[in-house]
């Protein structure tokens, strides 16, 4: 256990639905990050917020955003979904707003669009 | 837009041998480099990192090389186990700019 903890594991739903996923950061951690890994895709950035803020932005469609709340947590809004949007998505946290010590991964949500 | 590449997507090697993973950059403002090891359900795990004023650090079995002129870096891995099989993803970072490569997964044979 990494310490991050994402929910759901899998998640399978149709082509324009929207779904949310959930980022709880490791305690301590006040950075979230979220990576989105297509098949055989590395992991593309999508975006961080450092204490609530959005800090770094990606490659994140305009269909998707996200939030921190004041209790550290992360939301991953996805709408409009598309064939193109089934991946993994990896929530990471850090201490900093930096990423020079590295990140705590979470397990990932495995979102399934049909 | 590849600022981070593994250009092999696979390795294999014999267990007790040394396992090289390469990794290319473009991006000349990348300060810090880092590795992270994957295994199958799981997320990526910290492995080992860099400053970019430095050409080596090492780690216990794991030691990265950093050239930064050739805009290269290297994880070594000595010597090699079985259970180092994994997906090894390279990492370069800017400030809260942390890109990844595509991953390379190494498999070592006992």
């Known amino acids: 256990d990494s310490g991050v903890t994402q929910t759901p594991k899998h998640l399978i739903t149709a082509t324009g639905q929207r779904v949310t996923l959930r980022c709880s950061p490791r305690?301590?951690?006040?950075?979230v990050y979220w990576y989105q890994q297509s098949l055989d895709q590395g992991l593309q950035f999508l975006i961080q917020?450092?204490?609530?803020?959005?800090?770094a932005k990606g490659n994140i469609l305009e269909r998707f955003s996200a939030q921190q709340f004041p209790d550290l947590h992360s939301e991953l809004n996805l709408s409009s979904l598309e064939l193109g949007d089934s991946a993994l998505y990896f929530c990471?946290?850090?201490?900093?707003?930096?990423?020079?010590?590295?990140?705590?991964f979470g397990s990932g949500t495995r979102l399934t669009v049909v | 837009d590849q600022q981070v590449k593994q250009n092999s997507p696979s390795l294999s090697v014999q267990e007790g041998r040394i396992s090289i993973l390469n990794c290319d950059y473009t991006?000349?403002?990348?300060?810090?480099f880092l590795w992270y090891k994957k295994y199958p359900a799981e997320g990526p795990t910290f492995l080992i990192s860099?400053?970019?004023?430095?050409d080596k650090n090492e780690d216990g079995r794991f030691t990265v090389f950093l050239n930064k002129s050739a805009k290269h870096l290297s994880l070594h891995i000595v010597p090699s186990q079985p259970g180092d099989s994994a997906v090894y993803f390279c990492?370069?970072?800017?400030?809260?700019?942390?890109?990844f490569g595509a991953g390379t997964r190494l498999t070592v044979k006992p």
């Open positions: 860099i400053s970019s004023i430095k």
């Open positions: 917020y450092y204490n609530g803020e959005e800090r």
């Open positions: 305690s301590g951690d006040l950075s």
């Open positions: 991006n000349s403002m990348f300060d810090y």
């Open positions: 990471a946290s850090s201490v900093t707003d930096r990423a020079d010590y590295g990140y705590t």
């Open positions: 990492a370069a970072s800017e400030g809260a700019d942390m890109r």
